[in-house]
């Protein structure tokens, strides 16, 4: 039997985080009769139906390979808790979602950041959940974004982790409030990239291990410098170190918080929300689908006619509609 | 050879040290153990720690539970230490301690031991294994993060090489290496590149002591090895280490007596490839192993320990132990081995082996040390590891590497051996765990509470100056207070942090499929159509045991099928296991446990499972006795698997059908457990 997806729906808006395992069974899921019950799911965790947008704050954590992302993400999740034995941190609820890339061959994945987290397992306030990106190669997994998007109906924080720079970031971005891009000393594709546009200038630069001293600090100025020549100046970039004692974490949370309070959080959630309509309605329709309802210009014309209320299978659907 | 030369030597040679990895229970009992393997001719104790007393942690911690006093003896303070050598002259004894994250602690614990008994530390002879980064890549018994631990081992040398001059601090190891799937050429590389690091921390320590205090420490380090029943080309490994380990010592440490550049080596053999089918033919694979390590006298082992026929079954008894500990001896009086010079000298064959193993291991070695070293290269190691291993098994299950009444000659008569009601192991009362923490608790009231805390913040303040604190003279202070294993560790993981080490599997590189994966994998994408989403499977470690190979594996194969594996690694309690298994919202669950854990800890994951709302299948792997199956099964586990399953696409393939099964059920009792994970 198919889970009941208002239900689960209306305890995220609740802010019943036991209803969060769940509710990423079903987004997760593409058997037809799920697909129905998410779109209900996200009906409840809708701005129009919440009276707003979503209260959590949607972070995106993205870099190379080793550059030390899993260390870095668990000692925010100590800062957000409360557990870092910072005094007066305020305990934030925190989910995060890591997507891992999937094997070509045979389709499977393994998703071993969760061992590199340590974490309470009593503390009801963190969840963890790993996916694999599935056929969506260097980018997020199918249902990421709607995972985020119905997590921070429930969470003080969602984090979005993800492996890669340029295409994997740019997805991140469509996605976060906030994005933060990490990279070790010493790194130079991330400096080319950026100098290159190959990838945006992210809201926050991270560079990691701290404790190398010299070269990390050499990166650090080399990509303040790049930025600058871009015509940045606002984008921080901060040294972390995860060794104890751990230097950097509370100076990102806070440089990821002044982000957020910059932002035009419902705009660049509603744009996010289209853009996410019209490629999920190519990806199941293709560009034959599109042309059928006036191309890509009419398509977006459309969504933008929609109440900003609106989430994306209720989009996806009034772009299905034109087609009949 | 000309006519008056004999082919024999003036004088036949002294055997090397014989011992029995034993210890279990109690010190107590093990005491008693030891006293008897003496009386029986064993020339040297080696003590094995319970997984608690390894990893740091005291008998009454959540961790410990089910792990006290299983694969070796608890030790929490010098109470348990000193009944341990209870009527053991220490003066006299060589004893080899296999302890590493917390070998400082243990040698500590020791010196204060014998202190008791009227013993000086400069008078004892021994070994502390200490080998941190084969824990990071093999054996997974580690407690704090590369560096600091790096440290606490360069402490420990520059204290022995002054102060216990007769003490091995560190044994080399690179027997966990093997039976984590490294090939000859791996083992020697990445031992050779460990020691690299090791000497070159102690160089740090203490290279302002003059170049002889160099030569000493160079001279003091030995090795552990591992030794397979391809005998001939392990003996030819073994030959190869000595010669690396010599330029080494030239070369790179400028150290010139020649009798410390001598290769020392113990040796432990392969357990890996002893067999749960028919394992009465361990015992001929023992012998043979044996004969890699002391056919040759250029290349021979000073210490040899063997394993018992009956490692794949369970814990061994002693007199499974015994029946080693003869083995040896009849190696050593009946044969006339030791009668001998090197009896390979001119061989072509060996010569040919050694010069292969050489160049395969140079140019690995090169690659570790393009990495930055040891350290920095654990990962790229691990992962290597990782493929090894598989690929020895890809080989086994192919029938390409023929193992004997396991894919081979399989059928059998029914075994004597293991007629008996425990099956022909040895099993540990479960009571004693409670016994241990009752002892533990009336020993901290008892203690002078102020001498301790001053002792255990002086340990901190040691851990905490990185420039100059002595980390073994606070050590032996807080052992002399009455601290306990636990304290010791915790005083120092508070100062150093926690760690986790990396896992290899996501580095295992995704193999071709053949014909049988291909299939498999139809029937993942199959299960997928009917679930919605891809199976996805938890695998993990509950309890202390580190040895993460069968894990790892299990993994690597679930992936290369087509399945979403979350790999949580080792040292998990049930608690979270059970919040994984719900966050993650998995189809199917599969544990590994090899320390005889198991009776205590899966039922505890499966109660914990339960509270926590979530009902998928569970399958055990591990060295699990054939009577407790169905004590597993009672509980609620829905397969088990032993070492004799050896053929992982069947187990794949298992599990598959695990997972369409209670979907259908679920689907049945029309709750949606899969789905909908929690109430």
Redesign the interface.
């Known amino acids: 039997?198919?889970?009941d997806g208002a239900a689960l729906g209306s305890r995220l808006r609740e802010r019943d985080l036991?209803?969060?395992?769940?509710a990423?069974?079903?987004l997760?899921?593409?058997?037809p009769a799920?697909r129905e019950q998410a779109a209900a799911l996200m009906g409840e965790v809708s701005p129009g139906r919440l009276g707003g947008e979503a209260p959590g704050h949607l972070v995106g954590l993205t870099g190379p390979p080793?550059a030390g992302k899993s260390t870095l993400m668990a000692a925010l999740l100590h800062h957000w808790r409360g557990t870092a034995g910072e005094p007066g941190a305020p305990r934030r609820t925190v989910a995060v979602l890591a997507v891992d890339p999937?094997?070509?061959?045979?389709?499977?994945?393994?998703?071993?950041d969760?061992?590199?987290i340590?974490f309470d397992?009593?503390d009801r306030g963190v969840?963890?959940?790993?996916?694999?990106a599935?056929e969506r190669l260097g980018g997020l997994a199918r249902a990421t974004r709607a995972a985020a998007h119905a997590l921070a109906a429930a969470f003080d924080v969602v984090v979005i982790e993800t492996v890669g720079v340029g295409q994997a970031e740019t997805e991140v971005a469509d996605v976060a409030d906030s994005v933060a891009v990490v990279v070790q000393p010493g790194s130079g594709d991330v400096l080319q990239f950026l100098k290159a546009g190959i990838m945006e200038i992210p809201d926050v630069l991270v560079v990691t291990k701290a404790d190398l001293g010299q070269v990390a600090m050499r990166t650090r100025r080399d990509l303040s410098a790049a930025l600058r020549s871009l015509g940045s100046r606002s984008t921080p970039v901060l040294a972390v170190s995860s060794?104890?004692p751990p230097s950097g974490v509370q100076e990102l949370a806070g440089a990821l918080e002044e982000h957020r309070s910059g932002l035009d959080v419902a705009a660049r959630r509603l744009h996010s929300r289209r853009a996410a309509a019209l490629s999920e309605f190519v990806a199941e329709h293709g560009e034959l689908g599109l042309r059928a309802i006036g191309g890509r210009g009419a398509a977006e014309q459309r969504l933008a006619e929609q109440d900003p209320g609106l989430e994306v299978p209720a989009l996806v659907g009034v772009l299905e509609q034109d087609t009949r | 050879m000309s006519g008056d030369q004999s082919p024999r030597l003036p004088e036949r040679d002294r055997p090397w040290m014989m011992r029995t990895y034993a210890g279990h229970s109690t010190a107590k009992a093990s005491n008693e153990l030891y006293r008897r393997n003496l009386r029986k001719g064993q020339t040297g104790l080696s003590v094995a720690f319970d997984l608690p007393t390894q990893t740091g942690y005291d008998p009454d911690d959540e961790l410990a539970r089910g792990e006290v006093g299983k694969v070796g003896v608890p030790i929490a303070h010098r109470g348990d230490m000193a009944a341990l050598m209870d009527g053991i002259p220490l003066g006299e004894m060589n004893t080899s301690m296999t302890i590493n994250a917390t070998a400082a602690w243990l040698l500590a614990l020791y010196i204060v031991a014998a202190e008791e008994q009227g013993v000086s530390e400069e008078q004892l002879q021994g070994t502390t294994q200490n080998d941190i980064i084969k824990e990071f890549l093999a054996r997974g018994t580690y407690a704090f993060?590369p560096?600091p631990s790096m440290r606490l081992i360069a402490d420990m040398i520059a204290y022995t090489v002054e102060h216990v001059p007769k003490w091995n601090p560190i044994n080399i190891c690179s027997y966990h290496l093997q039976e984590a799937g490294a090939t000859p050429v791996q083992e020697i590389a990445y031992a050779m590149s460990n020691a690299i690091a090791v000497l070159d921390a102690a160089r740090e320590r203490v290279g302002d002591r003059g170049p002889e205090v160099m030569e000493q420490v160079f001279g003091r380090i030995s090795f552990f090895v591992n030794a397979g029943v391809r005998f001939v080309e392990e003996h030819a490994k073994l030959r190869t280490m000595a010669i690396l380990w010599e330029e080494l010592g030239r070369e790179r440490y400028g150290v010139q007596d020649e009798r410390h550049l001598r290769f020392r080596y113990g040796v432990q053999v392969n357990s890996l490839g002893l067999t749960e089918a028919q394992p009465e033919n361990n015992v001929q694979r023992i012998v043979l192993e044996a004969l890699a390590v002391t056919l040759g006298r250029d290349a021979r082992a000073r210490a040899i320990q063997l394993p018992a026929w009956n490692e794949a079954l369970g814990l061994p008894r002693p007199w499974d132990q015994q029946w080693s500990l003869r083995i040896q001896q009849v190696l050593a009086f009946e044969t006339d081995i030791l009668e001998y010079p090197d009896i390979f000298e001119g061989s072509k064959v060996m010569e040919g082996l050694v010069a292969e193993l050489l160049e395969g291991a140079r140019a690995e070695m090169a690659v570790v040390a393009e990495h930055g070293g040891a350290v920095e290269a654990v990962?790229y190691m691990k992962g290597a590891l990782v493929d090894s291993h598989r690929e020895r098994i890809r080989r086994i299950e192919s029938g390409e590497q023929i193992v004997v009444g396991q894919n081979r000659f399989e059928e059998t008569e029914e075994s004597p051996l293991t007629a008996d009601a425990e099956g022909g192991i040895l099993v540990v009362d479960p009571a004693l765990e409670a016994e241990q923490i009752e002892a533990l608790r009336r020993w901290r009231a008892d203690r002078d509470q102020g001498l301790l805390d001053t002792a255990l913040a002086s340990l901190a303040e040691a851990a905490r100056d990185e420039a100059s604190g002595d980390l073994m003279t606070a050590t032996i202070a807080a052992a002399r207070a009455g601290a306990t294993t636990g304290e010791w560790a915790k005083t120092l993981r508070d100062?150093?942090?926690?760690y986790?080490a990396?896992?290899g599997?996501?580095e295992?590189a995704?193999?071709?499929?053949d014909g049988e994966?291909s299939e498999l994998?139809g029937e993942?994408?199959r299960l997928q159509e009917k679930?919605?989403?891809?199976p996805k499977i938890l695998v993990g470690k509950p309890g202390l045991d580190g040895h993460s190979n069968g894990a790892e594996q299990i993994?690597?194969r679930?992936?290369?099928?087509?399945?979403?594996?979350?790999?949580?690694?080792i040292r998990l309690?049930p608690?979270?296991i059970?919040?994984?298994a719900?966050?993650?919202?998995v189809h199917v669950i599969g544990l590994s446990i090899l320390s005889g854990s198991h009776r205590e800890l899966i039922p505890a994951v499966i109660e914990a499972l339960h509270d926590a709302g979530v009902s998928v299948p569970v399958v055990v792997g591990g060295i699990i006795p054939e009577q407790d199956v169905p004590l597993l099964e009672q509980a609620g586990v829905a397969a088990v698997y032993t070492p004799k399953d050896f053929d992982i696409t069947r187990i794949m393939r298992d599990i598959v059908e695990l997972v369409d099964s209670d979907a259908a059920r679920a689907?049945l009792a029309?709750?949606?457990s899969?789905?909908?994970?929690?109430a």
């Open positions: 039997m198919t889970p036991s209803a969060a395992p769940a990423l069974n079903l997760e899921s593409t058997a799920d080793g999937s094997s070509r061959r045979s389709g499977g994945s393994l998703l071993g969760r061992a590199r340590d397992p009593a969840l963890i959940r790993s996916t694999a599935g060794l104890p | 993060p560096a990962p100062v150093f942090g926690s986790r990396p896992t599997v996501g295992a995704a193999i071709p499929a994966l994998r993942v994408s679930l919605g989403r891809r993994a690597v679930a992936r290369d099928s087509g399945m979403d594996v979350v790999y949580e690694g309690t608690a979270q059970a919040a994984s719900l966050q993650e919202g689907a029309g709750n949606g899969l789905a909908s994970g929690t």
